[in-house]
């Protein structure tokens, strides 16, 4: 148990945790993009690579509050 306790006090272990919490929560919140949105026409707009990727990025920065909204919905 102490080994674990220094382990997790070094800052290094919290950057890479984040880091690796980040490249798992793109890709899932990648994947679970929504397709595309119908304008007021009645048109449907699809979604490409830049959209959501940046989508994506922006739900990654904020991985506790992104896997928050999906567990508890």
Do not use: D, Q, R
């Not at 070094?10 to 890709?27: A, C, D, K, Q």
């Not at 899932?28 to 929504?34: E, R």
């Not at 119908?38 to 992104?66: D, H, M, Q, R, V």
């Amino acid at each position: 148990m102490n080994k674990f306790l220094k382990v997790i006090s070094e800052p290094l272990f919290w950057v890479m945790s984040y880091f690796w919490m980040f490249i798992f929560t793109f890709g899932s919140a990648y994947a679970s993009f929504p397709k595309g949105y119908n304008t007021w026409g009645g048109n449907f707009i699809e979604y490409g690579i830049f959209e959501k990727c940046l989508g994506s990025f922006f739900a990654s920065i904020g991985w506790p509050l992104y896997w928050s909204v999906k567990l508890w919905s």
